[in-house]
């Protein structure tokens, strides 16, 4: 009989006649990467220097104090953290990873009058007093640094007559354009600071934290589409290696709102224009999850920990659709339904904001893809539970003889728990003459020393429509 527990992923327990018991954890690791505190040298800065925490070294904490200690009071990874517990997630299994923070010196690019380009590095650090301009002698410029979120920064940079002296930038994809007079020669240079999410994903550290058989999720305090791309990579790499992980990421911008004000956040906000939104193409692994609008109001901080905790803490038999968030109480944008029903149409969850903040769906950036057999975060959190539970199976008969005795009590154990998960609602059960759900257990074709187990399953969908007739009785 399966049973659930207050654990990530599956367990199963075997005596010398065999597997006794599988039980199924309800829990998500949820592992968050993000900006931590930094000192001038660009090491982690938290509020407790004798703690010595490293970039991109996963942490844990004990409170929120101790998410101060480690990551420095009001840097977005503390505060991301603590809104995950406040949304969920188990303090039992909750880390933290502060990225790397890279300088980057006199990288050279293209200073004529109305050149454009694209800096080498992303995430860049959305501070225009960190970059620094200069000409083909070396000399500082008094530049202005503007930063605007459209694909290619605009040229006028959304002024009705271009400032001179400015470079626009896009800080999530590198993008940036040169006004009329900003510099005196084209061979000029930029200086600059990014936060380096690949290091941070990649780091052998964090690639430990979930363990084979286990599930977890990756929530990225980013909305920039190229480390949205190395969060997918790094995903599809573990779950190759059976650890059953799906990322979240903010979906990028790609649009402005410009501020008289250069002086205010680099001279604009963050923002969607949802009727011109695309979703970039590369992004479509069943186990990505995107969320927009992702900042918070004002901020460049984003709203990704508050949904890794709803994501981590949700039980498993319970849909994440329209579930309101803890702890946010405003985002840059607001929008409509038309707004939620576009960036949908991308395969965005969109956030709705009305009075709470809600999340108004569960679908991957897979869904509707050709070939997607789990695009939404309920069935894939269920599949991801089938998955390990004939991975286990599979590995308790690893050594035995392989007869048919060997695989037909395989596939007793794996069809018995398909069943409990039936009996629970979770999938769909076998009914009359209709097949919902089946277990195959047999010998390789090519191999005798190999067992292949094909699985089948039908889960349930999820409303998210109600149709209603009212009659109003005037008499």
Avoid: H, W
């Avoid at 942490?59 to 009001?74: D, L, M, R, V």
């Avoid at 949304?87 to 050149?115: Q, T, Y």
Wanted: hydrophobic content about 35%; proline content about 3%.
């Amino acid at each position: 009989m399966a049973t659930y527990g207050s654990f990530p992923g599956v367990r199963i327990n075997t005596q010398a006649g065999g597997i006794t018991s599988i039980a199924i954890g309800e829990e998500e690791k949820l592992v968050i990467f993000g900006e931590a505190n930094y000192d001038a040298n660009n090491d982690v800065a938290g509020d407790d220097p004798s703690l010595g925490i490293d970039a991109a070294t996963p942490e844990q904490i004990s409170s929120n104090n101790n998410a101060n200690a480690k990551f420095g009071t009001g840097s977005e990874l503390a505060e991301a953290m603590i809104l995950a517990r406040t949304n969920g997630a188990n303090v039992d299994f909750l880390f933290g990873v502060a990225v790397p923070r890279e300088d980057v010196v006199d990288e050279a690019i293209s200073g004529a009058s109305g050149d454009s380009g694209t800096l080498s590095n992303v995430e860049l650090v959305e501070d225009p007093s960190s970059y620094e301009v200069k000409d083909s002698g070396g000399s500082t410029l008094d530049v202005d640094i503007e930063f605007r979120y459209e694909d290619a920064p605009a040229s006028d940079g959304g002024y009705a007559a271009a400032p001179d002296d400015t470079l626009f930038v896009n800080p999530l994809n590198g993008a940036y354009q040169v006004t009329d007079g900003a510099m005196t020669t084209s061979a000029a240079t930029v200086s600059y600071t990014y936060n380096d999410y690949n290091a941070a994903l990649t780091a052998e550290q964090s690639r430990r934290v979930v363990n084979e058989t286990e599930t977890g999720i990756y929530a990225v305090l980013s909305d920039s589409t190229s480390v949205a791309t190395s969060l997918q990579a790094e995903v599809s790499a573990r779950r190759d290696d059976f650890q059953l992980v799906n990322g979240l990421c903010g979906a990028e911008p790609n649009s402005s709102q410009v501020f008289e004000d250069n002086a205010v956040r680099g001279g604009a906000d963050a923002r969607y224009d949802t009727g011109a939104y695309s979703k970039d193409a590369a992004l479509t692994d069943e186990s990505m999850y995107l969320f927009a609008p992702a900042r918070q109001e004002d901020t460049d901080v984003t709203v990704i920990g508050a949904i890794g905790g709803l994501f981590a803490g949700n039980p498993i038999d319970d849909p994440i659709y329209n579930d309101a968030l803890s702890g946010v109480s405003a985002l840059e944008q607001t929008f409509t339904k038309s707004d939620a029903d576009n960036m949908r149409g991308q395969n965005v969850i969109p956030l709705r904001e009305a009075g709470l903040i809600r999340v108004v769906g569960n679908r991957s950036a897979a869904f509707g893809e050709s070939g997607a057999v789990a695009p939404d975060f309920f069935t894939r959190r269920i599949t991801d539970r089938v998955i390990i539970i004939a991975k286990e199976v599979g590995d308790r008969i690893i050594g035995r003889i392989n007869d048919a005795e060997t695989r037909d009590a395989a596939r007793r154990i794996i069809f018995a728990e398909l069943q409990e998960l039936a009996r629970d609602g979770l999938i769909r059960n076998n009914a009359g003459g209709t097949t919902n759900f089946s277990v195959e257990v047999t010998e390789d074709a090519t191999n005798s020393n190999e067992v292949d187990i094909d699985i089948s399953f039908t889960p349930f969908g999820i409303v998210k429509r109600v149709d209603e007739t009212i009659t109003v009785d005037t008499r």
